[in-house]
């Protein structure tokens, strides 16, 4: 397996602008998580799903975010309008259900709203 | 509610050093813990785990111990490599569908 493929691995925005981060869990995975890290909040949660279903969204720091998680092989996060203050490094990790697994987790998308 | 707690960083050693990163949790029922490395401008990969009390995880000479009577996880290296500079987050799983419980991470800096 590939593992957790995130794209794109770098993005440059301008404020305003929509963003778009990609995730493709691990095949048979079925839960999927969205992370935040900055240096001054470090991880952050941002929302997880249940084969394919939003379990909790409270991490989502406001309405700009949104993700979706169409089918069991991609998943979503977009920021619309995008804001200097979400630069950071969003990271997707997938697990299955069991809670004794770990997760794996993607190479990261870093963003950089200018 | 569940959390962890590990040592602040940064911890900086000379090579062959022995390392501890002291972790402690809460929570409730009985959570699986882990440690997990960022080495630079990766993602968390998982270096260790423990899903019961005295369990004992252990990978790439690091070793960590699921002490239930004292809430620990602490990390050992009895050898560090300036090739094991990266961060460590310890962290924990309740059963069920939960999400895992991070700790804020501690930052290892090995020098030759």
């Known amino acids: 397996d590939a593992g957790v493929i995130q794209s794109p691995r770098h993005e440059v925005t301008e404020m305003g602008q929509e963003v778009t981060l990609r995730c493709k869990p691990i095949?048979?995975?079925?839960?999927l998580f969205w992370y935040r890290q900055t240096m001054m909040r470090g991880l952050e949660l941002l929302i997880y799903?249940?084969?394919?279903?939003?379990?909790?969204d409270s991490g989502m720091p406001e309405d700009r975010f949104s993700a979706k998680m169409p089918n069991a092989s991609f998943s979503t996060l977009k920021i619309q309008p995008s804001e200097p203050r979400d630069s950071a490094v969003y990271f997707c990790?997938?697990?299955?259900?069991?809670?004794?697994?770990?997760?794996?987790f993607g190479s990261g998308t870093r963003l950089t709203v200018v | 509610g569940n959390s962890v707690t590990q040592m602040e960083g940064p911890v900086t050693l000379s090579e062959e050093a022995f390392l501890t990163i002291n972790c402690t949790y809460t929570?409730?029922?009985?959570?699986?813990l882990f440690w997990y490395v960022q080495y630079p401008g990766e993602g968390l990969q998982l270096l260790l785990k423990?899903?019961?009390?005295?369990d004992k995880g252990s990978n790439k000479g690091f070793e960590a111990t699921y002490r239930k009577e004292t809430t620990s996880f602490h990390l050992e290296k009895g050898s560090v490599q300036v090739s094991d500079s990266a961060v460590y987050f310890c962290?924990?799983?309740?059963?069920?569908?939960?999400?895992?419980?991070f700790g804020k991470g501690t930052r290892l800096s090995v020098i030759a």
């Open positions: 423990a899903t019961k009390a005295d």
């Open positions: 095949s048979g995975h079925n839960s």
């Open positions: 962290a924990l799983r309740n059963s069920g569908n939960t999400p895992l419980v």
């Open positions: 990790a997938s697990s299955l259900n069991e809670g004794e697994g770990g997760y794996t």
């Open positions: 799903f249940n084969n394919n279903v939003p379990i909790d």
């Open positions: 929570a409730t029922g009985y959570p699986s």
